[in-house]
Protein backbone atom coordinates (compact mmCIF):
# COMPACT_ATOMS: atom_id res chain seq x y z
CA UNK A 1 0.00 0.00 0.00
CA UNK A 2 1.34 3.28 -1.28
CA UNK A 3 -0.69 6.39 -1.53
CA UNK A 4 -0.38 10.07 -1.51
CA UNK A 5 -2.98 11.19 0.71
CA UNK A 6 -2.71 14.97 0.86
CA UNK A 7 -0.40 18.04 -0.18
CA UNK A 8 0.57 20.79 2.10
CA UNK A 9 0.00 24.27 1.52
CA UNK A 10 2.70 26.68 0.44
CA UNK A 11 2.50 28.02 3.69
CA UNK A 12 2.56 24.82 5.85
CA UNK A 13 5.71 24.64 3.39
CA UNK A 14 7.07 27.54 4.36
CA UNK A 15 6.40 26.75 8.05
CA UNK A 16 8.15 22.97 7.90
CA UNK A 17 11.16 24.44 6.07
CA UNK A 18 12.13 27.08 8.54
CA UNK A 19 11.60 24.67 11.49
CA UNK A 20 13.58 22.28 9.50
CA UNK A 21 16.64 24.46 9.17
CA UNK A 22 16.56 25.47 12.53
CA UNK A 23 17.03 21.74 13.18
CA UNK A 24 19.79 20.73 11.22
CA UNK A 25 22.06 22.08 13.46
CA UNK A 26 20.83 18.96 15.90
CA UNK A 27 21.17 16.17 12.74
CA UNK A 28 23.84 13.37 13.29
CA UNK A 29 25.15 11.28 11.01
CA UNK A 30 23.54 8.25 9.96
CA UNK A 31 24.41 5.41 10.78
CA UNK A 32 22.65 3.10 9.14
CA UNK A 33 24.79 1.03 5.96
CA UNK A 34 21.34 1.58 3.72
CA UNK A 35 22.16 5.21 4.29
CA UNK A 36 25.89 6.57 3.90
CA UNK A 37 26.13 10.26 3.75
CA UNK A 38 22.83 10.97 5.12
CA UNK A 39 22.32 13.17 8.25
CA UNK A 40 18.87 12.87 10.75
CA UNK A 41 17.71 13.78 13.46
CA UNK A 42 15.17 11.21 15.78
CA UNK A 43 12.38 13.20 16.44
CA UNK A 44 10.13 11.95 20.16
CA UNK A 45 11.92 8.86 20.76
CA UNK A 46 14.98 7.02 19.34
CA UNK A 47 15.05 3.52 18.28
CA UNK A 48 17.98 1.46 18.94
CA UNK A 49 17.80 -1.30 16.98
CA UNK A 50 20.21 -3.42 17.98
CA UNK A 51 19.04 -6.62 19.81
CA UNK A 52 17.12 -6.29 21.65
CA UNK A 53 16.16 -3.56 20.52
CA UNK A 54 15.21 -0.50 22.73
CA UNK A 55 13.35 3.20 23.07
CA UNK A 56 14.98 5.98 24.45
CA UNK A 57 13.63 9.50 24.53
CA UNK A 58 14.68 12.23 21.48
CA UNK A 59 14.37 15.33 20.42
CA UNK A 60 11.39 17.31 21.20
CA UNK A 61 10.13 20.54 19.21
CA UNK A 62 6.59 21.69 19.96
CA UNK A 63 6.25 22.08 16.00
CA UNK A 64 7.43 18.71 15.03
CA UNK A 65 4.89 17.41 17.89
CA UNK A 66 1.85 19.22 16.47
CA UNK A 67 2.68 18.24 12.82
CA UNK A 68 3.27 15.28 13.73
CA UNK A 69 -0.37 14.01 15.55
CA UNK A 70 -2.03 16.03 12.94
CA UNK A 71 -1.05 13.67 10.16
CA UNK A 72 -0.41 10.69 12.13
CA UNK A 73 -2.47 10.62 15.29
CA UNK A 74 -0.75 8.89 18.22
CA UNK A 75 2.61 8.64 16.64
CA UNK A 76 5.46 8.29 18.80
CA UNK A 77 8.69 8.02 16.83
CA UNK A 78 9.54 10.40 13.76
CA UNK A 79 12.65 11.18 11.73
CA UNK A 80 13.99 13.94 10.27
CA UNK A 81 16.27 13.89 7.27
CA UNK A 82 17.97 16.13 5.20
CA UNK A 83 19.58 16.24 1.44
CA UNK A 84 21.64 18.90 0.03
CA UNK A 85 24.54 21.49 1.61
CA UNK A 86 24.21 23.75 4.52
CA UNK A 87 27.39 25.65 6.05
CA UNK A 88 29.73 22.86 6.22
CA UNK A 89 26.70 19.60 6.40
CA UNK A 90 26.45 17.99 3.27
CA UNK A 91 24.43 14.74 3.27
CA UNK A 92 23.04 12.57 1.21
CA UNK A 93 19.41 11.59 1.78
CA UNK A 94 19.12 8.62 -0.54
CA UNK A 95 18.57 6.06 1.42
CA UNK A 96 19.07 1.84 -0.46
CA UNK A 97 15.90 -0.37 -0.25
CA UNK A 98 15.44 -1.58 2.95
CA UNK A 99 11.91 -2.65 5.03
CA UNK A 100 11.69 -0.79 8.68
CA UNK A 101 12.27 -2.64 11.47
CA UNK A 102 10.25 -4.62 13.07
CA UNK A 103 9.75 -2.63 16.10
CA UNK A 104 7.17 -0.29 14.27
CA UNK A 105 3.48 -0.53 13.20
CA UNK A 106 3.29 -1.12 9.17
CA UNK A 107 1.85 1.79 8.45
CA UNK A 108 4.06 5.24 8.50
CA UNK A 109 3.35 8.25 7.21
CA UNK A 110 6.11 10.47 5.21
CA UNK A 111 5.99 14.59 4.36
CA UNK A 112 8.10 15.25 1.27
CA UNK A 113 9.05 19.01 1.48
CA UNK A 114 11.65 21.51 0.02
CA UNK A 115 12.39 19.96 -2.70
CA UNK A 116 11.12 16.76 -4.98
CA UNK A 117 12.47 13.40 -4.80
CA UNK A 118 11.99 9.93 -6.57
CA UNK A 119 10.59 7.34 -4.03
CA UNK A 120 11.51 3.38 -4.38
CA UNK A 121 8.18 1.68 -3.39
CA UNK A 122 7.85 -1.94 -4.21
CA UNK A 123 3.88 -2.81 -4.32
CA UNK A 124 4.22 -6.64 -3.96
CA UNK A 125 6.06 -8.49 -1.29
CA UNK A 126 5.79 -11.58 -2.54
CA UNK A 127 6.89 -11.58 -6.56
CA UNK A 128 8.61 -7.89 -6.45
CA UNK A 129 6.58 -4.90 -7.94
CA UNK A 130 9.15 -2.16 -7.66
CA UNK A 131 8.15 1.21 -8.87
CA UNK A 132 9.32 4.81 -8.53
CA UNK A 133 6.77 7.41 -7.53
CA UNK A 134 7.84 11.21 -7.90
CA UNK A 135 7.44 12.90 -4.80
CA UNK A 136 6.54 16.72 -4.96
CA UNK A 137 7.16 18.84 -2.51
CA UNK A 138 4.64 19.24 0.14
CA UNK A 139 3.58 15.40 -0.54
CA UNK A 140 1.87 13.72 2.02
CA UNK A 141 2.31 9.82 1.72
CA UNK A 142 1.06 6.50 3.41
CA UNK A 143 2.98 3.75 2.93
CA UNK A 144 3.48 -0.22 4.25
CA UNK A 145 6.89 0.26 5.48
CA UNK A 146 7.45 -3.46 5.73
CA UNK A 147 7.62 -3.37 1.52
CA UNK A 148 10.90 -2.47 0.46
CA UNK A 149 11.38 0.80 0.23
CA UNK A 150 13.94 3.39 -0.58
CA UNK A 151 14.93 7.56 -1.59
CA UNK A 152 16.53 6.70 -5.08
CA UNK A 153 17.18 10.79 -5.83
CA UNK A 154 16.18 14.04 -4.42
CA UNK A 155 16.78 17.78 -5.01
CA UNK A 156 19.32 19.68 -3.09
CA UNK A 157 17.48 21.19 0.09
CA UNK A 158 15.08 18.29 0.51
CA UNK A 159 13.88 17.16 3.83
CA UNK A 160 11.61 14.22 4.77
CA UNK A 161 9.77 13.66 7.89
CA UNK A 162 8.84 10.05 8.42
CA UNK A 163 6.41 9.08 11.58
CA UNK A 164 6.05 5.84 13.24
CA UNK A 165 3.90 3.76 15.72
CA UNK A 166 5.23 1.57 18.30
CA UNK A 167 4.47 -1.81 17.85
CA UNK A 168 2.56 -2.53 21.33
CA UNK A 169 2.00 -6.08 20.62
CA UNK A 170 3.64 -8.04 23.12
CA UNK A 171 6.63 -8.95 20.85
CA UNK A 172 8.75 -6.33 22.30
CA UNK A 173 8.21 -5.81 25.89
CA UNK A 174 11.17 -3.68 26.17
CA UNK A 175 10.11 -1.26 24.23
CA UNK A 176 8.98 1.43 26.84
CA UNK A 177 7.50 4.75 25.99
CA UNK A 178 9.02 8.00 27.58
CA UNK A 179 6.65 8.72 30.29
CA UNK A 180 6.56 12.54 28.97
CA UNK A 181 5.43 11.22 25.42
CA UNK A 182 3.49 8.79 26.57
CA UNK A 183 1.91 11.56 29.01
CA UNK A 184 1.31 13.79 25.92
CA UNK A 185 -0.59 10.52 23.80
CA UNK A 186 -3.41 9.91 26.42
Not at 12 to 21: D, P, V, Y
Not at 80 to 98: M, N, Q, V, Y
Request: proline share 4%.
Amino acid sequence: MFKIVGTLSPKGQALLENNAIKSIERMQLDVSSYAPGRYRLWLFHEANLRNPPTIKEAYFDELWWKVAQKVYPGCQIGLLTFGGKAGTLESDARISWHRDHSFAMPTAIGINFGGNAKFGYDFNRQSGDKRSINLASGDVFKFNCKHLHAVLDHEPGRFSLILWKVRQDGRYPGLKLCKSIASLLT
